[in-house]
């Protein structure tokens, strides 16, 4: 399972972006899709996941500004942000549990301006 994000770039402050991640190859289930993220340091911490049923959870950080999608049948998941934060600078990094196994893509990265 391949997966493609996008959608990272430059924001100011309280400005928007959308993230998208599409999953391909030979893909027989996937479960949860997400978004995780990592500021310059050695952790890398959970934004928002969504099941295939639709159940979401978010981190803490990003309740009330941040939504997590997802398109089943395009196999894919977005993630809106909204009032941005400069401490939302990361590199993102979409996630999924595919085929029973744990599938990461690239990272894109997220700057956000004060």
């Known amino acids: 399972v391949q997966l493609q994000a996008s959608g990272g770039g430059l924001v100011q402050a309280g400005g928007s972006l959308r993230l998208s991640c599409a999953a391909s190859g030979s893909i027989f289930r996937i479960t949860v899709m997400g978004w995780y993220r990592q500021a310059p340091g050695p952790q890398r911490e959970l934004v928002a996941t969504?099941?295939?049923?639709?159940?979401?959870n978010y981190a803490d950080s990003v309740k009330g500004r941040f939504t997590i999608s997802r398109d089943n049948a395009k196999n894919a998941a977005y993630l809106q942000m909204n009032i941005l934060k400069p401490e939302d600078t990361a590199v993102y990094y979409c996630?999924?549990?595919?085929?029973?196994?744990?599938?990461w893509g690239q990272g894109t990265e997220v700057t956000v301006s004060s």
């Open positions: 969504i099941t295939s049923g639709g159940s979401t």
């Open positions: 996630y999924a549990y595919a085929n029973y196994a744990q599938n």
